[in-house]
């Protein structure tokens, strides 16, 4: 049994970091989106522990409300991406989607939202809330659900927790470690 934990405090820059002492690095793949006007890509990880081998993906998908069209394609081709991998494999997304409640995208059945399997609790909802953190001074307040986990369902993946994080000031600055909370999902994989 392997219990993971993946986590997400995204910059303006996307990354994936991968500690060698647990995996064994197969390949990285950057997939420009072709329709985005603000550079986005997706970042694409495989690796393997034993027999069983993982993808692990995450991208900064375009922000702002009038790019709904863009960010909607953009998850699309996501969730097309993890469907694709071998059915055995565990497939995880993580990231800044800047998805909003108006945003209609069809998840496939087979793609579970981290959240959702939490749970749905209120106090881990918005990983973006300027009622709470005002690290980029805006003069309105806003709650929403940007960064999410997603992950294909597979035999043996069973995630066990799901928590939003860096909700406490840095004290040598008086600020939030990010404008967004960070994500983490723990799972049990056998």
């Keep these: ?10 910059f303006l820059s996307t990354s994936l970091f991968l500690r060698d002492a647990d995996f ?12 985005t006007s603000m ?26 409300k009038e790019h709904a069209l863009e960010r909607q394609y953009q998850i699309k081709k996501v969730f097309k991406r993890m469907a ?9 997304f993580g990231g800044d989607t800047n998805l909003r409640e108006s945003d209609h995208v069809l998840k496939p059945d087979t793609i579970t939202d981290a959240w959702c399997a939490g749970g749905c609790d209120p106090a881990n909802q918005y990983t973006w809330d300027t009622t709470i953190n005002k690290n980029l001074s805006v003069t309105f307040n806003s709650r929403m659900r940007f960064d999410r986990i ?9 995630m ?3 928590n ?27």
């Excluded at 049994?1 to 995204?10: A, I, M, N, R």
């Excluded at 995450?58 to 922000?63: A, N, R, V």
């Excluded at 694709?84 to 995880?92: A, C, R, S």
């Design 1 to 10: 049994s392997l219990s993971l934990s993946l986590s997400l405090s995204l």
């Design 24 to 35: 064994d690095y197969h390949s990285c793949n950057v997939i420009p989106f072709p329709i």
């Design 39 to 64: 550079g986005r890509h997706l970042i694409h990880v495989t690796c393997q522990r034993g027999q069983r081998v993982f993808h692990f993906l995450t991208s900064h998908l375009e922000s702002m």
């Design 84 to 92: 694709h991998q071998d059915p055995y494999d565990v497939v995880i």
């Design 150 to 158: 997603y992950y294909r369902q597979a035999s043996g993946l069973n």
């Design 160 to 162: 066990t927790s799901f």
């Design 164 to 190: 939003v994080i860096g909700k406490e000031k840095l004290i040598s600055c008086d600020l939030y470690p990010s404008d967004h909370w960070g994500i983490v999902a723990t799972f049990d994989i056998q």
